[in-house]
């Protein structure tokens, strides 16, 4: 069923084959969800802070997901659950980020620049690299690792390491 509004909606039935059911039987649905305040309002990134929330509609709480901004999920503490009042834990939803290599060097041309050339990883997340060179020529090629500082391409010892330069690949 979609998200919906508060009120009452009209309940269509629409078949696979025969268009459009008689529902003049059915009764509306009605929609009662209200949240009317959350404490505490601020918390870690990391997640781990326990919040109640108040408010109307929120039945047995099975199917009830709280969303705290687009990186974190409330989930329903056990036992945490009235009608009007809900306790939760804020977990931190991992973000999968992609880099590849499909920016275009000034002097080696496409292929030669990561896009995105800076990234903001939070911990948790996960970070994937894919590269393809255009135009393989022998001894080129692309490793991902980590190094100590912007000014070197010399592997760290410590970090990821995708270990050997290829054409093609991911880490």
């Given at each position: 069923?979609?998200?919906?509004?508060?009120?009452?909606?009209?309940?269509?039935v629409?078949?696979?084959?025969?268009g459009?059911?008689?529902?003049?039987?059915v009764?509306?649905?009605?929609?009662?969800?209200?949240?009317?305040?959350?404490?505490?309002?601020v918390?870690?990134?990391?997640?781990g802070?326990?919040?109640?929330?108040?408010?109307?509609?929120?039945?047995?709480?099975?199917n009830?997901?709280?969303?705290?901004?687009?990186?974190?999920?409330?989930?329903?503490?056990?036992?945490?659950?009235?009608?009007?009042?809900?306790?939760?834990t804020?977990?931190?939803?991992a973000?999968?980020?992609?880099?590849?290599?499909?920016?275009?060097?000034?002097?080696?041309?496409?292929?030669?620049?990561?896009?995105?050339?800076?990234?903001?990883?939070?911990?948790?997340?996960?970070?994937?690299?894919?590269?393809?060179?255009?135009?393989?020529?022998?001894?080129?090629?692309?490793?991902?690792?980590?190094?100590?500082?912007?000014?070197?391409?010399?592997?760290?010892?410590?970090g990821?390491?995708?270990?050997?330069?290829?054409?093609?690949?991911?880490?």
């Amino acid at each position: 069923m979609p998200a919906l509004a508060n009120g009452q909606h009209t309940v269509y039935v629409q078949t696979k084959d025969n268009g459009m059911a008689d529902a003049s039987g059915v009764s509306p649905l009605l929609v009662d969800f209200t949240i009317t305040g959350a404490s505490p309002l601020v918390g870690s990134h990391q997640g781990g802070t326990k919040i109640k929330i108040a408010g109307t509609g929120f039945g047995d709480c099975s199917n009830v997901v709280f969303n705290v901004g687009s990186e974190h999920t409330c989930v329903v503490d056990e036992g945490g659950c009235t009608s009007t009042e809900v306790s939760c834990t804020v977990t931190k939803t991992a973000t999968m980020h992609r880099i590849q290599n499909t920016g275009r060097h000034f002097k080696f041309g496409p292929g030669y620049v990561w896009e995105p050339a800076t990234l903001i990883v939070r911990p948790g997340d996960e970070v994937r690299w894919s590269w393809n060179l255009p135009v393989p020529q022998e001894g080129t090629g692309i490793a991902v690792h980590s190094t100590s500082s912007a000014s070197t391409n010399e592997y760290d010892g410590m970090g990821f390491n995708s270990q050997t330069k290829s054409s093609k690949g991911n880490l």
